[in-house]
């Protein structure tokens, strides 16, 4: 892996672990899925813009837009849309350590649904990933974390891992950027009606929202997608997924720098865990692609 590669993979890893921290302070001045329901809509728009502007083509395969509609549900809606409730509640970093259970659970269900073979190393990473989960959420339930919203993060987490597995492949074929786009635009549909039918918009405005909100929707929003695709191209998909293991710890410590979330010790021991977990799940997998 080339020098590159290796500040392509951090700048991702970065970028996506910022979006808890600015999603929790976009709720707690505006209706969750309100705001993730406009995010994506401007996202998905420039998205699908963008992917004009290159040349590519509105005409997917029907693979392709059965990845739109499941990414778009259950990424999305789902995934996001319940993060998004939850962090009313819970610290940016809970969520992002829970979020960041995503490859253990991929592995998990891909043992369990898919017949695949468990090797050493994913066992000792699994094993170890959930551990330090079970750490720092035993830390956090003694310290009175909303069990509401925990449950919240760990459907929304369940979700993205069956968002994963359901489409394996399916975004091959060229037009990335319109499939990545058009299930913005789908999630973003489906959550302005759960929005409009439960919400009431109150916006408490201020710069801050103005700067996280512009944030949230450029850069781990669109950015972020950009570069993994990038990074993919580059270095394959497996060899990229290896920089999830970073997303605990700087998850973590952007929520500490900016919001001023406590850090525990039993938190850096369980986030210390988790990514080792992480990183063997994801080289088992490299080892077998």
């Known amino acids: 892996m080339d020098l590159k590669s290796i500040l392509m993979g951090l700048a991702f890893a970065i970028m996506w672990s910022s979006a808890f921290t600015s999603a929790r ?75 960041s259970m995503m490859p253990l659970l991929v592995a998990l269900a891909s043992w369990a649904f898919l017949k695949e073979r468990l090797a050493p190393l994913t066992l000792f990473g699994l094993m170890a990933g959930f551990a330090g989960v079970a750490l720092v959420m035993g830390t956090r339930f003694s310290g009175g974390v909303d069990p509401y919203g925990l449950t919240l993060c760990i459907l929304g987490a369940i979700a993205l891992a069956v968002a994963t597995l359901s489409v394996r492949g399916a975004t091959s074929g060229g037009n990335f950027l319109m499939v990545v786009g058009l299930q913005m635009l789908i999630g ?81 021991i369980g986030v210390a865990i988790i990514m080792a977990g992480i990183l063997a799940v994801q080289m088992s997998r490299r080892h077998r692609a």
């Not at 705001?35 to 004009?52: E, H, P």
């Not at 029907?62 to 995934?79: H, M, S, T």
């Not at 191209?233 to 900016?258: K, M, S």
């Open 25 to 99: 302070i976009i709720v707690e001045a505006a209706p969750p899925l309100s705001a993730l329901s406009l995010r994506f809509l401007i996202s998905g728009g420039l998205g699908v813009l963008i992917a004009r502007v290159l040349g590519q083509s509105w005409s997917l395969t029907p693979g392709q837009w059965r990845a739109c509609i499941i990414l778009g549900i259950c990424q999305n809606a789902l995934y996001l849309g319940l993060n998004f409730v939850a962090m009313q509640t819970i610290e940016a970093s809970l969520a992002v350590i829970i979020a």
């Open 188 to 268: 973003g549909a489906v959550l302005a009606v759960v929005a409009a039918l439960t919400e009431t918009l109150v916006i408490d405005w201020s710069w801050k929202l103005g700067a996280a909100f512009a944030w949230t929707t450029l850069i781990p929003g669109l950015a972020a997608t950009l570069v993994w695709f990038k990074l993919v191209q580059r270095i394959n998909a497996t060899r990229a997924a290896t920089f999830h293991f970073l997303n605990p710890f700087l998850g973590v410590a952007i929520a500490a720098l900016v919001l001023g979330e406590e850090l525990r010790p039993t938190d850096l």
